[in-house]
């Protein structure tokens, strides 16, 4: 196990603690990968179409620490609903066409393009929006990690 001075500079010396077992580094790494899904999904709501609730409720977040992996997810009871919203470009996104919201009789004017409002590839959108700026985005998220397990450290 390390001292706890380690740099970070980037994903090498990341990974190159990783190898060197370095559990400042290892426990830094999983909270900046949680803190990036928890960001995805968080945005993923705002941009997921809403009629009735059900299909953003359906949101679920798997999540394992041992292998630095997650997935996130619509369904349950919405899960047709959530793969034709999701990828359907030419849908009335909520507010629905005249006379065809199930909940309130809101009316719609249109489509909406992905990610400038609720609407379309509200999943992908979120991700790639945090994914963009990776390497460096993460990295910074597991620096600031990293300092606040360690009190310091650059």
Known sequence: ????????????????????NDQYIRTATNQAFFAAVTAIGKRANQL???????????????????????????????????????????FYHPPKPPNKSKVGGRSGTGTVEPGTGRGPKYLETAFMEETSKWPEKLTQRIRAHYRMLVGGGK
């Open 1 to 20: 196990m390390a001292s706890g001075k380690t740099r970070i500079d980037g994903i090498p010396e990341v990974v190159a603690a990783l190898r060197a």
């Open 48 to 90: 997921v179409p809403v009629d009735t609730g059900n299909l953003r409720s359906s949101q679920k977040i798997e999540w394992s620490a041992r292998t630095l992996g997650a997935s996130i997810s619509y369904g349950g009871t919405a899960a047709p609903y959530a793969v034709i919203q999701h990828e359907r470009l030419d």
